[in-house]
């Protein structure tokens, strides 16, 4: 099995940044993608970005340009850097592996406002 551990998340003003980061332990050798889902009130959980093990990203039209994705295999930690962050960024963030089956983290809240 796959356990994830994220960080993080935090109160940011309109325009500024953060950094997730989501350390994998436990049966790391099976994650094939990485990613980055989030949810905010009332609404569904949506696709952020994505990594396959060999780099290739996905990112929802919303993000691109603001927000990257990175994978440090020798540490078994994605990151997501989010910049020029909005209100409309404000939701909880949940980690993700694909191993087979699908491994979540406990989720970070990341709250844009001013």
């Known amino acids: 099995q796959v356990q994830l551990v994220e960080s993080g998340g935090g109160l940011v003003q309109p325009g500024g940044s953060l950094r997730l980061s989501c350390a994998a332990s436990?049966?790391?050798?099976?994650?094939?993608?990485m990613g980055w889902y989030r949810q905010a009130p009332g609404k569904q959980r949506d696709l952020v970005a994505a990594?396959?093990?060999?780099?290739?990203?996905t990112y929802t039209d919303a993000v691109k340009g603001r927000f990257t994705i990175a994978r440090d295999n020798a540490k078994n930690t994605v990151y997501l850097q989010m910049n020029s962050l909005k209100p409309e960024d404000t939701a909880v963030y949940y980690c993700?592996?694909?191993?087979?089956?699908?491994?979540w983290g406990q989720g970070t809240q990341v709250t844009v406002s001013s």
């Open positions: 993700y592996a694909a191993s087979g089956s699908l491994t």
């Open positions: 436990g049966s790391i050798f099976r994650i094939a993608t």
């Open positions: 990594i396959t093990n060999g780099g290739t990203t």
